[in-house]
C-alpha cells in the first residue's frame, strides 16, 4: 500500500491575523492533529507566492490509515476547534498517494 498524505489548505486573508494564526497552528492544533490521526509526521508551510496561504501536510503508512484517521470523532472535533478559533479562514482538504518515490 502506498503512503498517504492528507493536506489541509488554510488561507488567512487577514494579514494581522497570520502571527497569531501560525502560533495556534505550531503550538495547538498541529500537535493535536497528529496525535489525533496518529500521523507519521507532518509540515506546515507558508506560500512562498501567496502569504495568505498555509498548508499543512500528515503523512500516513496508507489510505486506510488515513480514511480512520479522517472520518472518526477526532476529526469532527478538530474541524469544530478549527471552526471556533478561526471561522474566517476558509480551507480545503486533500487526500494523496504517493504514486513514485525518486533519490537523486
Known sequence: MPTAV???????????????????YEKEHLPD??????AKKAWR??????????????????QASLDRATT???????????NRDWPEVTRTRETLLLAQEFAA
Open 45 to 62: 508551510f507558508w506560500s512562498a507566492t501567496d502569504p495568505a496561504v498555509h498548508q499543512a501536510m500528515y503523512q500516513f503508512d496508507d
Open 33 to 38: 492533529a497528529v496525535k489525533s490521526f496518529g
Open 6 to 24: 492528507f493536506i489541509v489548505r488554510a488561507t488567512v486573508t487577514d494579514a494581522g491575523k497570520r502571527a497569531a494564526f501560525d502560533r495556534w
Open 72 to 82: 472518526g470523532d477526532d476529526m469532527k472535533r478538530l474541524i469544530a476547534d478549527f
